[in-house]
């Protein structure tokens, strides 16, 4: 091979940096076997399998690995030469929940800014209500949020468990109230897990109150107490300890992205960004 199909390397780098072809296909704003052509078309011209593939996911391999820097420095080389008569740069007012991306905030902006370094985000990291209400005011372009019910718009990106989490050992004190571990007092999950508790006549106690999910998750693991959490943010090494306490259920939660973004450039951002949460 004398030369690299722009498309096929960054089809294979979405591939890699989601472990799915058919999220790297939302992300680029095309089709699943399109993407698995292009790849197979970039190892072929290559004389190296990059990629493995199995049912639900696919990893890179050893010359994969290898492949993957050069491919990142390709794309960044590319877009660059793009953008060179880029009169201005766009702007894009973005809303994360820490309850939808949990410690995962830095690895998800990495992504973004990789996917265009011409777009200027503007972030805010806030409770699910104060940005879904900032986003009908519209000062926000776009958002994702966690639900615990219906909304009025947004597209669903995942469907999350939400249980009781805690370090393993934690023992639960026979007649002591429950000490909780949550965020802010508008965290919506803080609320709900309050009021599971309050209708299951199971006394309580808060015993931290945490600015953010890095405090949340340190109080946690150290054995603070329990926090109501969905599963896929839940702090490494805790468990679900609610059915083993006797605590309610608290069922499911729905991570959704809103947008109002016009211009071809912010919608490929947002494909990029809708990719990053689904699965």
């Known amino acids: ?6 498309d096929a390397v960054a089809s294979f780098l979405r591939a890699a940096e989601l472990k799915s072809f058919t999220r790297a296909a939302e992300a680029l704003g095309t089709t699943q076997s399109l993407i698995s052509t292009r790849v197979k078309r970039l190892e072929d011209g290559l004389g190296r399998l990059l990629l493995q593939r199995h049912p639900r996911l696919v990893r890179l391999t050893a010359e994969g690995e290898r492949f993957l820097p050069a491919a990142r420095d390709l794309l960044a080389a ?5 953008s060179a008569f880029t009169v201005a740069p766009e702007h894009i007012a973005v809303g994360i929940s820490e309850q939808a991306v949990g410690a995962e905030v830095p690895a998800v902006l990495a992504r973004l800014a990789a996917h265009d370094p011409g777009i200027v985000i503007n972030l805010r990291i806030e409770p699910s209500r104060a940005l879904e ?5 519209g000062e926000l372009d776009v958002v994702v949020v966690r639900r615990l019910g219906p909304g009025r718009t947004g597209e669903v990106l995942r469907n999350d468990a939400v249980g009781w989490f805690a370090a393993p050992d934690l023992v639960r004190q026979a007649d002591a109230p429950v000490p909780l571990v949550s965020l802010v007092a508008e965290c919506r999950l803080r609320r709900h897990g309050m ?21 949340v998750a340190a109080a946690v693991q150290v054995g603070l107490g329990i926090s109501p959490l969905a599963a896929r943010i839940a702090p490494t090494g805790s468990v679900d300890v609610g059915p083993g306490w006797g605590l309610p259920s608290l069922g499911g939660s729905q991570v959704v992205l809103r947008s109002n ?6 919608g490929a951002f947002v494909r990029e960004l809708a990719a990053a949460f689904r699965g």
Not at 78 to 82: D, E, F, M, N, R
Request: charged share 25%; proline share 2%; glycine share 12%.
């Open 78 to 82: 590319h877009g660059k030469a793009l």
């Open 1 to 6: 091979m004398t030369s690299l199909d722009i």
């Open 133 to 137: 209400e900032a986003f009908e005011r």
């Open 195 to 215: 009021d599971a508790l309050d209708r299951a006549g199971i006394a309580w106690r808060e015993a931290f109150v945490g600015g953010g999910m890095a405090a």
């Open 261 to 266: 973004v016009a211009t071809p450039r912010a």
